[in-house]
């Protein structure tokens, strides 16, 4: 069974820096879907960033990138210049490619913390 | 677009009774729909997968005559939640997928707390 691991319960930086969270995960298949997911104190789910295992190259998103790599199974996030309003839990997640199931697999997450 | 909405956001209901709870994309038909239960500070628990007009497919320890799902459209979905016991209390969310997409759309959630 496929499973997601986050090993940073917490995180702190102080804003306009650049910090890097760290997911892992485990899996058979070749092709599959990575994404992070930033749940704010509204608890409001979030998408941040995808990344499909067949594309080679990291996906980015404004401030936001990822350095996935395949071979070690690794996901992390970057974010650069870092804003109060990135404090959030982020969940690292795995999805199956279309045809199995549809299902996400969430780490157990990264609480991160802005200091200004 | 892309927007799912959840009904009620927060819910008090009284031990032994039943809650009821509603998903609904917005702007546009999901095929699927997911539940999920979150305790605080945790991550989030898939308890089952809905898809329109079939039974719903619920994760190992999840009891289906606890938990009711009904997936009767293409843009409602429903949890109910029956004789709810205190250990029942959390925040429930769901989310929505379009066709063969491989992105969910998150409902804002509810709060269920029982008394």
């Known amino acids: 069974a496929q499973t997601v691991t986050q090993s940073q319960p917490e995180m702190s930086v102080q804003e306009a820096e650049t910090v890097t969270l760290s997911c892992t995960y485990d899996t058979s298949e070749s092709d599959y879907y990575l994404f992070w997911y930033k749940q704010p104190p509204s608890r409001q789910m979030i998408l941040v960033i995808r990344q499909e295992a067949y594309k080679q190259q990291n996906a980015t998103e404004n401030r936001f990138s990822v350095n996935f790599q395949k071979a070690a199974k690794s996901f992390s996030l970057k974010i650069s210049d870092s804003q109060l309003g990135d404090a959030a839990m982020y969940f690292c997640a795995y999805k199956n490619p279309p045809g199995a199931t549809n299902k996400l697999i969430f780490g157990t997450g990264t609480l991160l913390a802005v200091q200004p | 677009g892309a927007v799912v909405s959840q009904h009620p956001s927060r819910v008090i209901c009284k031990s032994g009774t039943s809650v009821k709870i509603e998903c609904r994309s917005l702007d546009f038909q999901a095929t699927t729909m997911f539940w999920y239960r979150q305790f605080p500070k945790q991550s989030l628990m898939l308890m089952a997968t809905s898809n329109e007009g079939s039974k719903a497919t619920y994760e190992q320890g999840v009891e289906k005559d606890k938990f009711l799902i009904n997936h009767a459209s293409l843009t409602l979905s429903t949890l109910t939640v029956t004789s709810a016991h205190p250990e029942d209390s959390s925040f429930y969310i769901c989310?929505?997928?379009?066709?063969?997409?491989?992105?969910?759309?998150f409902g804002p959630g509810t709060r269920l707390t029982v008394t």
């Open positions: 989310s929505a997928a379009r066709g063969t997409s491989y992105e969910q759309y």
